[in-house]
């Protein structure tokens, strides 16, 4: 069993930056590959970002490309997304999720945290 819980949403202007934490607990999370998911409202939720448990693969959504990073620091149990630049159509409920990957391939979500919200004003 893996608990997720995500913070550093909110309210930002266009062209700002935030930073999301999502804090695991629970075993083996350095054997876990990452996610960082949204969901705007009427809209499916998509896959922003995905990282491997060793930080090897790495892959992003192509509107989020050059302005998003995702990290993990698998000593502190937390995964990260620095999302500058923002957009307004960046709006979204933000979910972090603990799941499988094939190389650059994200398998499945397996465990999922509760989700931060990110409002962009323009």
């Known amino acids: 069993q893996v608990h997720l819980v995500e913070s550093g949403g909110g309210l930002v202007q266009a062209g700002g930056s935030l930073r999301l934490s999502c804090a695991a607990s629970?075993?083996?999370?350095?054997?876990?590959?990452m996610g960082w998911f949204r969901q705007a409202p009427g809209k499916e939720r998509e896959r922003v970002a995905s990282?491997?448990?060793?930080?090897?693969?790495?892959n992003y959504l192509d509107s989020v490309k050059g302005r998003f990073t995702i990290s993990r620091d698998n000593a502190k149990n937390t995964v990260y997304l620095q999302m500058n630049s923002l957009k307004s159509d960046d709006t979204a409920n933000y979910y972090c999720?603990?799941?499988?990957?094939?190389?650059?391939?994200?398998?499945?979500?397996?465990?999922w945290g509760q989700g931060t919200q990110v409002t962009v004003s323009s």
């Open positions: 999720a603990a799941g499988e990957m094939f190389g650059n391939y994200w398998y499945k979500s397996t465990y």
């Open positions: 629970g075993r083996a999370f350095s054997s876990t590959a």
């Open positions: 990282i491997s448990a060793n930080g090897a693969y790495i």
